[in-house]
């Protein structure tokens, strides 16, 4: 059963600058517009000046932008989708094909919000999803600026692990050609200290490839 997650309508562009983690100037058809960036991170390495971009048309008219930035070209790499919400929405759709008998997105536990709650009999489960779009030689880095929350998550699951849940922490790989993520130290370090000792508390990773299409994205093999 293949599903992918599909935007209304898409339009291509050429990245400007971007003043704030808010918004963008891109020039779209030669009007310079301003547009929504549908990803609070750096994402330095992609918007460069001139990459091209492709936004999705919004249906509210009353937004203040028209425009959502949902995927830059990356030379040598090619199509990046760098929508934010994009990960949980294709993990939720892989999720209900995988014969769980239950699947809750944004439960609470603990203190956090985990992404995914599932169950399959007598088993329950605990998943945090991360969507990486940082690639560097062919390998795929998380995170692209500090999280606190990333952090917190992965000690959540560990405390989950030891109590009898299986837990996974799953990377969405949001590009093409990328099969692995490492944990960016360079950015974070307490970030690579905080997966490995999930790790060791039997936290799971899953590394999940993507299609990156002109207008969806769906996990590979899904």
């Avoid at 606190?148 to 009898?164: D, I, Q």
């Avoid at 970030?191 to 490839?209: D, I, Y």
Wanted: with cysteine.
């Amino acid at each position: 059963m293949r599903m992918k997650m599909q935007y209304r309508k898409i339009i291509e562009g050429k990245f400007i600058d971007r003043p704030n983690r808010f918004i963008a100037h891109v020039e779209i058809k030669g009007v310079r517009e301003t547009v929504h960036v549908k990803n609070t991170g750096r994402c330095r390495e992609l918007l460069l000046p001139g990459a091209p971009v492709r936004l999705e048309v919004s249906d509210n008219p009353k937004r203040k932008t028209a425009y959502d930035l949902v995927m830059v070209y990356k030379e040598d790499l090619g199509w990046v989708n760098m929508d934010s919400q994009a990960p949980n929405k294709v993990v939720q759709e892989w999720l209900e094909t995988q014969g769980y008998d239950e699947v809750k997105p944004e439960y609470t536990y603990g203190d956090s919000r985990i992404d995914f709650y599932m169950r399959k009999g007598e088993q329950e489960y605990l998943m945090e999803v991360k969507g990486c779009t940082l690639e560097v030689d062919g390998i795929g880095y998380f995170p692209d600026a500090p999280t606190t929350r990333g952090v917190k998550h992965l000690r959540e699951l560990a405390k989950a692990s030891s109590l009898g849940y299986r837990c996974f922490i799953a990377f969405v790989i949001q590009m093409e050609g990328i099969t692995e993520v490492r944990p960016n130290v360079t950015t974070q370090p307490e970030f690579g200290k905080a997966l490995e000792e999930a790790k060791a508390a039997g936290v799971s990773v899953l590394f999940l490839p993507c299609k990156v299409g002109t207008d969806s994205l769906r996990i590979e093999n899904c």
